[in-house]
């Protein structure tokens, strides 16, 4: 059974920084795409960053570009995600997720899901 625990939020001003981590157990990590999203208070959950298996191919949403580094280390079976420059709008629950498939695109669809991490940026 797949399992994702998300930990490391909390509170940071703006302009901060605060790295968020993933644990996976439960299948062979390395061969899935691992992504993060998140949902704010009232909003839709939104893509935030997403990584292939090997770790050699990354993906951003534009709100984040420039800011967010999503990382992986594949001997830990564990997905990183390092937040600079942290804005009062990044304020949301952060989840990692993965697909049900191995060797899947980075757009594919997400299947396993943790409970999230707060993250709460103050102005």
């Known amino acids: 059974q797949v399992q994702l625990e998300e930990s490391g939020g909390g509170l940071v001003q703006a302009g901060g920084s605060l790295s968020v981590s993933c644990a996976a157990s439960?299948?062979?990590?390395?061969?899935?795409?691992m992504g993060w999203f998140r949902q704010a208070p009232g909003k839709e959950r939104e893509f935030v960053a997403a990584?292939?298996?090997?770790?050699?191919?990354?993906d951003y949403a534009d709100s984040v570009k420039g800011r967010f580094t999503i990382s992986r280390d594949n001997a830990k079976d564990m997905v990183f995600l390092q937040m600079n420059s942290l804005k009062p709008e990044d304020t949301a629950v952060y989840y990692c997720?993965?697909?049900?498939?191995?060797?899947?695109?980075?757009?594919?669809?997400?299947?396993?899901w943790g409970r999230g991490t707060q993250v709460t940026v103050s102005s």
């Open positions: 997720a993965t697909p049900t498939t191995p060797y899947s695109p980075i757009g594919s669809a997400y299947k396993y």
């Open positions: 439960g299948r062979t990590f390395r061969l899935y795409v």
């Open positions: 990584i292939s298996g090997s770790g050699d191919t990354t």
